[in-house]
């Protein structure tokens, strides 16, 4: 009888820890920092905006160097590093009096953050036997989907008074238990590098200068482009859903919009990364895509609060099933020691995809209407059944293939 590796170990709970608060602390800002501009330093519409375009874009100018960081100078080196400045710019918004400085603060905030997820990933990661890869990283991130469902409604009732203070304080409080937790995480020992493992590197040694494989993963690249794709349309909901539930006068369900949606990917996540694990990732790619749009396009024709939640269990299961296959294909695909570089790139896209979405989305809306950019982007998504067939499972279904000739030869 086969004994089954654990995955809930002491220092997978502490990395899952630090990833919650890490995560917790940008929902809270996400939701009461646009209200902060608009209400405290009287920023318009476009600026609102911008408090959470600027964080991406910070995120997106760090991205391609995070990997290469993590995989150079360590995993739990980076993670603190990037915890102790993700604090620091915390911090440093209690002297940003005007709009150019707060600014200024969220793209740095941005770029620790690129590094601090990019680096706890691979941490967790390498805690995570092998053969449960797909349900560990599912676990791993299922914090980050709590933290989705705490997040906004903790923002809102920190701004409830409109009291900065208290907000910055309490998103403080919470960075610095991230900090203490990442601290905490410690890694098992690396095994010694076998013969063959070292003459592989030695080409590595002996080359000068960069090259863009030293930031990008190729191996991870194209399942990150179907990240990318889905990101692109996930920012319709993320940036717009109030506005369109406003809009039709369904104001009330917006915050529960959220809560169906969360509590989906946590319900179903043990089963998905066992699935991952036991057969393989086309059977939750294929269902999770669809699901996705079909939700989309439901939201999109919705003219009742219970129509929206519908909407927001179908696309929270799709959606549930999509990320944590995603990114623990990322990292499976790439090298044992190129872990951090093929996260940061399956991060990167998302990332691009999410703010490139999110300006593409405001533009067909203000052309169209609402209804109109939750088909497009349904359409989109369903698009990305063919991205994913032309650039991944193709792909994978000619492997053994490869392989027999390799073997022949």
């Not at 805690?127 to 705490?150: C, H, K, N, T, W």
């Not at 592989?200 to 863009?212: D, F, I, M, Q, V």
Request: glycine share 8%; aromatic share 14%; charged share 10%.
């Amino acid at each position: 009888m086969l004994i089954r590796e654990r995955i809930w170990t002491k220092n997978f709970i502490v990395v899952c820890m630090s990833s919650f608060f890490m995560f917790l602390t940008f929902y809270i800002l996400a939701t009461a920092f646009p209200l902060y501009v608009k209400d405290s330093l009287n920023g318009d519409q476009q600026q609102m905006g911008l408090t959470i375009t600027i964080y991406v874009i910070g995120g997106v100018l760090i991205r391609p160097f995070s990997g290469q960081w993590v995989d150079r100078f360590g995993k739990k080196k980076m993670a603190v590093i990037g915890m102790v400045i993700f604090l620091i710019a915390c911090v440093g918004y209690f002297g940003s009096k005007g709009i150019f400085l707060f600014m200024v603060i969220r793209l740095i905030h941005g770029m620790s953050y690129a590094v601090a997820s990019t680096a706890t990933s691979a941490v967790a990661s390498t805690l995570i036997p092998d053969s449960r890869q797909g349900e560990g990283m599912g676990y791993f991130s299922m914090f980050m989907s709590v933290a989705m469902v705490v997040g906004p409604a903790l923002g809102l009732f920190l701004w409830r008074d409109k009291n900065i203070h208290v907000l910055l304080l309490a998103v403080c409080a919470i960075a610095a238990l991230s900090l203490l937790f990442t601290i905490g995480m410690r890694l098992p020992q690396q095994r010694p590098c076998t013969a063959e493992a070292v003459q592989n590197l030695e080409p590595a040694k002996r080359k000068k200068g960069l090259s863009w494989s030293d930031f990008i993963e190729p191996k991870a690249l194209p399942i990150s482009l179907v990240g990318f794709v889905l990101a692109f349309s996930y920012s319709s909901l993320s940036g717009f859903i109030s506005s369109f539930t406003a809009e039709i006068h369904q104001s009330q369900v917006t915050s529960y919009f959220f809560v169906a949606f969360a509590v989906m990917i946590v319900l179903f996540r043990p089963v998905i990364g066992k699935i991952f694990d036991k057969y393989n990732e086309h059977l939750l790619s294929y269902p999770g895509l669809l699901l996705f749009a079909i939700g989309l396009i439901l939201l999109s024709q919705a003219h009742s609060g219970t129509v929206i939640l519908i909407a927001g269990v179908i696309m929270g299961i799709g959606y549930g099933a999509l990320v944590p296959c995603f990114q623990t294909l990322a990292m499976k695909l790439a090298s044992g020691h190129r872990r951090g570089a093929a996260i940061g790139t399956f991060f990167l896209s998302f990332d691009l995809g999410y703010g490139l979405g999110s300006y593409f989305m405001g533009l067909i809306a203000s052309f169209t209407d609402y209804r109109m950019m939750y088909v497009v982007a349904g359409l989109i998504t369903l698009l990305s059944v063919a991205v994913y067939y032309l650039l991944h499972h193709r792909h994978q279904a000619q492997l053994p293939i490869q392989n027999q000739k390799a073997n022949i030869a």
